[in-house]
């Protein structure tokens, strides 16, 4: 029997075959790449704090993919795969659980339970620390004890001198101090004295600060999740995505590869749809895997320059069988550029190449307005505080009045660039005048951060293309572990309708986030109607999302609501785009009762709700 190279991921199936749902399969793909370059010789068990058994051998996880390919190629049904990636700090046993409860909600819910689909939950390797854990090599005290027993020669010499200096200052002036309660004791520094002491102490403490923030950066095991994400995560996700590839075209008929592909296109089978759901950092693994994957000699992205032509639009596909679909970021850890109409973003070509693209973000959500956002003032190329945000802050300005400067300015909740008719303002650059951050207690839109000497170039900017949801106020009944809060609660912060969160809120939040562990960076996870979005969008789409909108239990009274207050001015359009309009306004109303502010793309209203084709051209 042949032999087959070690494969840099393992495999386990969570639910094959779901009575339920019998077309949803669910799997859990882990790299195997060690969180630490030096491999222990340790196999990964529920006993070694990695909380899963991956055992395969090279052909066990052959067989597991050559089925994964099969239940994606069988005529029943056209298939999706939905690719879910965690973000950072996260372990394997905690993903291996979100995994299952996603599965849960997708298999239960009436409408994606009907489609055929492959859930894929991605785990790369990734460092995982808590204030609270009972596992002592998740604790702080073990991360900081493991951070200075690896400190290089010169730190540790820096570090221990630096130690030694102050412990013997401050033993000195304890020693005077408790000296001079004795009247018969009597000791002072001249001038000069007074002031090489001095100079000693804040030389010996610049040092030992320099080394302790060092020490806190790797503590905060950010830079080494980002080291993981970028040299396992990513090529092993890649890896896994084109062993999938191979194994579809090795079931093809033929004795050739040449054949088989060949064979394969000529029968017009339907490209498989490859959506994914990325949390965090998993965004920034998300976003890189296309850009590797993505078909740079692809003609239709090719700026004829020459022809002064640069209204390209690149194809979807990917490798022999699949095609982007759908994109849904929750607080992605990946910067403001890549939406930004300018040379610097490095995204630009991958972001695209979706069908659909959607982005939930919060103001407070301080794991990224601090620690990333500080982190990545060492590493990020910019000369402004403003330009490190993330797309994970992003906030939808909903002011009434653009010109009101006040924390307390009245604001719009639902959809915000839909009109009272329900039409929705098509203009594809007004993103860059509804999306911004707020930096320095000021509400800066994409407009106002655009560089006034950097290059354009493309005619509409990236963020024309998504779906933004401000879940800053966000208010609902939260679940956790299957189990619903009895009274709506502020889901990511505690949803105060100010215009801008002040330094002392954030404060707040940060103490939140310890003591009562509100989830600030992933709580659209766990809010009732904010997850139903985010699962539905990434597994229907957003025109299937706002069909599913007639079995909600207040759609009558809502759609009522709606019918009373339009009559007058109405917009006439054809049956299906009357109604596609009115489910749009029902779902403006949800999240207008929920606190949610949404910026929908105007391609989503031309393209699912007008039904007119896709132009991507000049994006």
Known sequence: MATYPNYPFDIKEISVGNENAPNIVTYLVASNAPKNVEISSQPRTDENNDGLDFNDGPDLTRQKI??????????????EVVIHIHG????????????????????????????????????????????KSNDKEESVTSHFGKAIKSLPIFFKTVYNYSSLGLIAAFSFILAISGLSINDNFSFKFSGFAFFLFTLGIAFFASLFGWVGGSILLRVSIYF??????????????????????????????????????????????????????????????????????????????????????VE???????????????????????????????????LRSSL???????????????????????????????????????????VVDSRIDKNDKSNSAPMRYGI????????????????????????????????DLLSNN?????????????????????????????????????VLTRALRQSKLSFVNCLVLISDAIVIEKNVHGGYFQGEFSRKMLYRLAFLGYKDFLVSLKDEPDYQEIAAQIETSSNSQQTPFDAYKEAMIKLSQVLSKQCEDKGIKVFLAPERYRVDMLGEERNRKGY
């Open 454 to 490: 950097s290059k354009i170039t493309q005619n509409y900017a990236i963020a024309g293309l998504f779906t933004y949801f401000d879940c800053t106020d966000y208010r609902d009944k939260v679940v956790i572990d299957e189990k619903i809060s009895e009274k709506p609660e502020g």
């Open 88 to 131: 950072y700090n996260t372990k394997i046993k905690d993903f291996d659980n979100w995994v299952r409860e996603i599965e849960r909600y997708i298999t239960t819910d009436a409408l994606i339970k009907q489609k055929k689909l492959a859930f894929i939950g991605y785990y790369w390797p990734s460092e995982y620390i808590n204030f």
């Open 224 to 309: 080494r999740d980002n080291y993981r994400a970028v040299n396992y995560g990513v090529p092993d996700l890649v890896e896994f995505i084109r062993q999938i590839d191979n194994a579809i075209i090795e079931q093809a008929e033929g004795d050739t590869r040449y054949e088989k592909k060949m064979n394969f296109s000529r029968k017009n089978n339907p490209r498989i749809k490859l959506s994914f759901i990325a949390h965090s950092m998993g965004a920034f693994v998300t976003t890189n895997v296309i850009r590797i994957l993505s078909d740079i000699f692809d003609e239709n992205s090719i700026p004829k320059l020459s022809q002064d032509n």
């Open 312 to 346: 390209i639009e690149p194809s979807p596909n990917i490798g022999n069988v699949f095609s982007l679909g759908r994109l849904v970021l929750a607080s992605p850890d990946i910067p403001i550029e890549t939406i930004m109409p300018e040379r610097s973003n490095f």
């Open 352 to 394: 695209r190449r979706f069908e659909e693209s959607y982005l939930f973000s919060s103001q407070g959500d301080v794991i990224l307005r601090v620690a990333s956002t500080a982190a990545n003032y060492i590493s990020f190329p910019a000369n402004t505080y403003d330009r490190g945000f993330r797309l994970g802050n992003i």
């Open 416 to 447: 915000i660039n839909q009109n009272h008719d329900g039409s929705v303002n098509a203009d594809d650059r007004s993103a860059m005048a509804d999306i911004g951050i707020v930096s320095d207690n000021t509400l800066k839109t994409l407009s």
């Open 66 to 79: 050559a089925k994964i390919a099969h239940f994606l190629t069988d005529k029943n049904n056209q298939a």
